[in-house]
């Protein structure tokens, strides 16, 4: 994309309403507007990283053996009164009526719909097990919306739902669910931790929060410092087969919120091993047994001929506060670090002499070899605010082309999170970038 011609507002000054850096980074960088209270507008960089953010998350939900799906975003109160969680669950559910007066709401979650549209079609313990997702925006409508993208009133989740015969097979879907979430956020560069949880209006007897470590969270967690080391990508993983050496582990160390924090367990652990901290809840998942399909009549025949209440879990990801939660672990003082996984754009190739053949020359070579993965500043602007910009907006790579290093075929290549520069030729340039080291 050229800068020239692309949308990409920055805001000078720092916002007055944002108390954190990621929603002061946001606003700056011109990835989000608020439209109303906890309501934003995306706009072309924080909904390119959003997407980015999406895609893994559905990367990583398919490879877990989850199927797509995409429920509406508008739901019929009637479905919510069969699982008597219309009155229960409060101011937070925007309750809307249709023009016949038809009571509706805006989803806040799923598992009423996902629960209807299973009992529909599934009649026997071969439909079983199943695993539908989808990736859809849910309104809840919190009473301090805050943070920016982190507690919004509007926000995309991913949220899936397993569906299985017996207790055994829930839990199987859960360490499914489990392991994909620690893959999920290790790729975005992110170290989450699973964390015993309460189970809140979703109900259900075993849950865990994925959470990451950053100043501003919202929750105090408590933890043993060998879970921050764990290198879970490095672990093969097989789905159909034993998912213990990588979910035990993270039950065999100490990790809890403020909630379920255990003084005794604590004190066990030697001083050296503890560490306390804030977190940022990234996602949350949920075994809750029959708590729907009970109510709602879902019910298979299972081997014996008998009807079953098949076993459900739920299992969501914020995607829309990930992005925030992904800077708040990744800036500096100048601005967003983006871990390549996420980045908006690759490279930067900031030209700063538009006009001289020579700059542009080079400027074009490198823009062409990486577009649409790259922006090119080609604005006429000051070097200053083009460094400025670059730095603020977080592209991991950037390429520095004045008129003196062109005559000689140089570029001056930075990267954003260690601030190392090397002048390299551009063909040299193209490779560093490319193999990302
Ligand atoms: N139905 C279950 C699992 S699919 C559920 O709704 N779980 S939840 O309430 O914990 O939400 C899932 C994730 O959505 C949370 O872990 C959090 O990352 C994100 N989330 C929840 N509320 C908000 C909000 N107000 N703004 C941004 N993200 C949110």
């Known amino acids: 994309m050229r800068l020239s011609r692309a949308f990409l507002p920055t805001l000078k000054e720092t916002p007055a309403e944002a108390q954190i850096a990621s929603h002061r980074l946001m606003l700056r960088a011109g990835m989000v507007r608020q439209t109303s209270a906890g309501i934003y507008a995306w706009l072309p960089l924080g909904w390119r990283v959003l997407r980015k953010v999406e895609q893994i998350v559905r990367e990583e939900q398919d490879a877990a053996g989850a199927q797509e799906v995409l429920m509406p975003t508008i739901q019929a109160a009637d479905l919510w009164r069969q699982s008597g969680r219309y009155d229960a669950y409060g101011p937070e559910m925007l309750r809307l009526k249709d023009r016949h007066e038809r009571d509706m709401l805006f989803g806040p979650t799923n598992e009423e719909m996902v629960t209807d549209i299973f009992r529909t079609y599934a009649k026997s313990y071969r439909d079983l097990p199943r695993n539908l997702y989808h990736i859809q925006w849910k309104f809840r409508d919190e009473i301090r ?44 560069g992110l170290k989450a931790i699973p964390m015993q949880a ?40 097989d789905y159909d087969g034993d998912l213990s050496p990588v979910v035990d582990f993270w039950t065999s160390r100490y990790a809890a919120t403020d909630e379920k924090h255990d003084e005794a367990a604590w004190d066990a652990i030697p ?86 053949a020579g700059t542009d020359a080079l400027a074009a070579r ?48 930075k990267r954003r999170a260690t601030g190392e520069r090397v002048e390299l030729s551009v063909e040299d340039a193209i490779a560093r970038v490319k193999g990302g080291g």
């Open 271 to 356: 001083e050296a091993d503890r560490v306390s901290a804030r977190g940022i809840e990234v996602g949350h998942i949920f075994y809750f047994g029959t708590k729907y399909s009970a109510p709602m009549g879902l019910q298979v025949s299972g081997p014996d001929g008998k009807m079953v209440n098949p076993e459900m879990g739920s299992y969501g990801i914020g995607v829309s506060r990930l992005v925030g939660a992904i800077i708040e672990a990744n800036h500096d003082e100048t601005g967003i670090r983006w871990p390549e996984a996420v980045a908006p754009f690759k490279l930067a190739v900031l030209n700063l002499k538009v006009g001289d």
């Open 198 to 237: 309460d189970t809140g209006p979703i109900g259900g007897n075993l849950s865990h929060e994925f959470i990451i470590l950053a100043e501003t969270g919202e929750s105090q967690v408590y933890l043993h410092k060998d879970l921050l080391e764990f290198d879970v990508l490095s672990q093969p993983v």
């Open 366 to 413: 490198l823009y062409a070899a990486f577009d649409p993965d790259a922006v090119y500043d080609d604005r006429d602007e000051r070097a200053g605010v083009k460094f400025a910009d670059a730095d603020l907006m977080g592209y991991p790579w950037q390429a520095i082309i004045g008129p003196r290093g062109a005559a000689a075929g140089k570029v001056e290549l």
């Open 145 to 188: 919306p805050r943070f920016g993208v982190m507690r919004g009133r509007e926000f995309l989740m991913k949220d899936a739902y397993s569906f299985d015969l017996d207790h055994a097979g829930a839990t199987r879907s859960y360490r499914q669910m489990f392991t994909a979430y620690l893959r999920t956020f290790a790729r975005m």
